[in-house]
């Protein structure tokens, strides 16, 4: 599976941006999704999963009720609404994709198998 990440860029604090992730390789719609990020110094920590079927979500709490995660399988592409930014979520945004994992397992980075390259969120204070 190839996941190729875009739609980073730089935007001031209290705006918004959409990532996208395409997928292409393997049939996309019966992966789980996850979006990770890393910021300067700091450990990759999870932002949000998505089910196959889009119908399960997962978020990060500190970006609960600011960041949407969807996913429109017919374009093998998984999004990250990003709402409100903050400075402090200045990172690389790295989507992810899980062939087995399910539920509370997708909270977990080793249950990922493939990984996109990563596109950059700088937001300006």
């Known amino acids: 599976v190839q996941l190729q990440a875009s739609g980073g860029g730089l935007v001031q604090a209290g705006g918004s941006l959409r990532l996208s992730c395409a997928g292409s390789?393997?049939?996309?719609?019966?992966?789980?999704m996850g979006w990770f990020r890393q910021a300067p110094g700091k450990d990759r920590e999870l932002v949000a999963t998505?089910?196959?079927?889009?119908?399960?979500?997962y978020y990060a709490d500190s970006v609960k009720g600011r960041f949407t995660i969807s996913r429109d399988n017919a374009k093998n592409t998984v999004y990250l609404q990003m709402n409100s930014l903050k400075p402090e979520e200045t990172a690389v945004y790295y989507c992810?994709?899980?062939?087995?994992?399910?539920?509370?397992?997708?909270?977990?980075?080793?249950?990922?198998?493939?990984w996109g390259q990563g596109t950059l969120v700088t937001v300006s204070s």
């Open positions: 992810s994709a899980s062939v087995y994992g399910t539920g509370r397992y997708l909270q977990e980075q080793s249950r990922y198998d493939f």
């Open positions: 390789g393997r049939t996309f719609s019966s992966l789980s």
């Open positions: 998505s089910s196959w079927s889009g119908g399960h979500t």
